[in-house]
């Protein structure tokens, strides 16, 4: 600031101009720097396993093209393991996102969806021609219907808490390693015929039906939130125990595994149906005390007093 002589002899100041002073901008004030913003390890993770998982679909199908169905049933039940992990992940190191989300649908499309009906089209539908390749489409197309009407119930504010112990259909996951039940036959020694063929588109079509139907089916999401302390030691046990078994004798436990999930899908209509009978009662009960009839009011009679600290001269 500096003192200049004015008319009158009376001064002014003056201010003197600052340049080359930079501005402070607010931090990523420019959208171009927004794109570069960290994005923490914890939500990276899942998708990581994601992708994963979504190699491991397109990697079988380039196995069963090359006629190796082993490793090609291989890496669907890898890509299985590793979809039942990254969601898991996500909650547990709270990354969850809508790109995740996403992420994981378009994955299961591919690797549920996608990589069975190829497989199967390259084992033994191409026998049967177009009629063939009609069923692997139809697996396809449903499961794609499957994950769209799942990623849109998700949301739904009308669903009971209970509802949540159930999926709406087969889920995808659960729908490739069961449509895949001709080809674990073959392997334990049952023989290739045109009947088998046969037998697989029907059987093809009938689990995609079961991927977009109504059927409640029991869901494992809930479970393995909160382990007792008594029970960390078999669960470790058994969980060894599996992988051993699925690496010695993996035939034998997926066949197994498939026919005890066919069995049980029953008993998930008829625990759904519970749930329904108990909140059908629990309504009811609730409706019974508000529609209790009043009793009467009669004529002349006094009011009584609803509030003690009117003046009593009120009262």
């Known amino acids: ?46 998708n990581v396993v994601t992708l994963l998982a979504m190699c491991a679909g ?41 790109f995740g989300a996403e992420l994981d649908s378009l994955s299961d499309f591919v690797n549920f969806g ?14 049967l021609k177009s ?4 069923a692997a489409m139809v697996f396809t197309i449903c499961g794609c219907l499957r994950l769209a009407r799942f990623n849109v119930m998700i949301d739904d504010p009308d669903r009971p808490p209970w509802a949540a112990n159930f999926f709406v259909g087969m889920p995808a996951p659960a729908g490739a390693i069961t449509v895949l039940l001709p080809i674990y036959a073959v392997f334990l020694g049952v023989p290739r015929s045109a009947f088998l063929t046969w037998l697989t588109l029907f059987y093809t079509v009938a689990v995609a039906s ?8 029991f869901s494992a999401k809930r479970i393995g939130t909160r382990v ?8 470790i046990v058994v969980t060894v125990l599996s992988f051993a078994l699925l690496i010695a004798y993996p035939w034998i436990l997926l066949t197994a595994g498939t026919l005890a999930y066919l069995v049980s899908l029953p008993f998930g209509w008829l625990s759904y149906r519970g749930y329904e009978r108990r909140a059908r009662e629990n309504r009811t009960e609730a409706a019974v005390p508000a529609a ?19 003046p009593s001269r009120l009262n």
Request: aromatic share 8%.
């Open 1 to 46: 600031m500096r003192r200049v002589a004015g008319a009158g002899g009376k001064g002014y100041i003056a201010p003197i101009e600052v340049t080359n002073v930079p501005m402070q901008r607010p931090r990523f004030a420019d959208p171009r720097l927004r794109r570069f913003r960290r994005i923490p390890v914890r939500v990276l993770a899942p």
């Open 210 to 217: 079961l991927m977009v139907s109504r059927l409640p089916v």
């Open 228 to 235: 007792p302390r008594e029970m960390v030691g078999p669960i």
């Open 292 to 310: 209790a009839p009043q009793p009467p009011t009669v004529v002349g009679a006094v009011r009584p007093a609803e509030d003690d600290d009117r």
């Open 58 to 98: 397109l990697t079988a199908i380039r196995l069963a093209y090359e006629n190796r169905y082993t490793l090609a049933l291989a890496a669907i039940v890898f890509a299985a393991i590793l979809d039942g992990i990254d969601g898991r992940l996500a909650r547990f190191l709270k990354g969850t996102s809508r």
């Open 131 to 134: 009629a063939g390749w009609i």
């Open 114 to 127: 996608v990589a069975p009906a190829l497989i199967l089209y390259f084992w033994g539908l191409h026998e």
